[in-house]
């Protein structure tokens, strides 16, 4: 070999050799797969489904109302309202009421006056009656609810019912009353429920219910105001059974059963005050 000829490179580029071998060098160090892409679309639908039950669960959290409506009857007139689930509300005079139909639970606001209610059950859509502070809870029964003022009496003549005040709650089965003063629960007493009824068939039936009490039911049967003069006679006990269509009679003997003295003003207006005592 001539000394003056330059000599070959026997150096070999590193590109070169891992071009050479790059099918050997694959199958001996593999590439990972290549990561998936998202289905945008299916991303979409998931967050839409979540969405909707994080939605449907709120509301049934909330028991939100979807229906209202509003009854009320006239003084001296009784209303029967048959609801959509098949419960029956029968409104006395001068009574006024509100039913609403949530998700979770079928309610009714007795807002004056007095209902007697018989309920169809329905184990998972609980019956709720409030009446002032008072609420009533069931799922299937025959009850009385009376309201005046802030007295609320709830009599129960079939099943049984959750009776909550402001701090307390009891239970009440057939034959139970209770009288809840101010939202605080009285003790219960047993009582003729059918009678205590008895209004739905035009019979007043007082047990030594206080003056003031009787004279409520009175002015829901009659338009003619009436005046107490003396809070004493308050709670003077009355009872007895009188015919709802004829008060003018029960009127004319309540003198008979307590000392009071009745006058009616020239306006119509009928006035009670304490009898006075005669001088010996």
Excluded at 131 to 137: C, H, L, P, V
Excluded at 173 to 187: E, I, S
């Amino acid at each position: 070999m001539n000394q003056n000829e330059p000599q070959q490179n026997a150096f070999v580029p590193a590109d070169d050799a891992i071009a050479r071998h790059r099918e050997e060098l694959k199958k001996r160090f593999p590439l990972p797969p290549p990561a998936k892409k998202s289905n945008p679309r299916s991303l979409t639908t998931l967050s839409v489904v979540i969405t909707m039950l994080g939605v449907v669960c709120a509301l049934l959290w909330l028991d939100p109302s979807y229906q209202s409506e509003q009854f009320g009857s006239a003084i001296g007139e009784q209303q029967v309202i048959q609801l959509a689930d098949g419960s029956r509300i029968t409104l006395d005079a001068a009574s006024r009421l509100n039913v609403s139909w949530h998700l979770r639970s079928r309610r009714v606001e007795l807002q004056a006056g007095q209902a007697f209610f018989s309920v169809t059950p329905a184990l998972y859509r609980p019956f709720l009656t409030t009446a002032g502070s008072t609420q009533i809870k069931v799922v299937g029964t025959r009850y009385n609810v009376s309201r005046y003022q802030n007295d609320v009496r709830v009599t129960v003549e079939e099943g049984k019912v959750d009776v909550r005040g402001h701090a307390a709650n009891i239970r009440l089965t057939a034959g139970d009353q209770v009288l809840v003063h101010n939202g605080r629960l009285g003790k219960p007493t047993q009582v003729d429920a059918a009678a205590f009824a008895a209004w739905k068939e035009g019979r007043l039936v007082f047990d030594r219910t206080p003056l003031r009490e009787v004279l409520a039911v009175i002015q829901r049967y009659q338009s003619n105001p009436i005046v107490m003069h003396d809070s004493s006679l308050e709670e003077l006990p009355v009872s007895g059974t009188f015919d709802s269509a004829h008060l003018d009679r029960m009127l004319a003997l309540l003198p008979k059963i307590i000392p009071l003295d009745l006058t009616t003003d020239s306006q119509g207006t009928l006035r009670l005050q304490r009898r006075a005592a005669k001088n010996k």
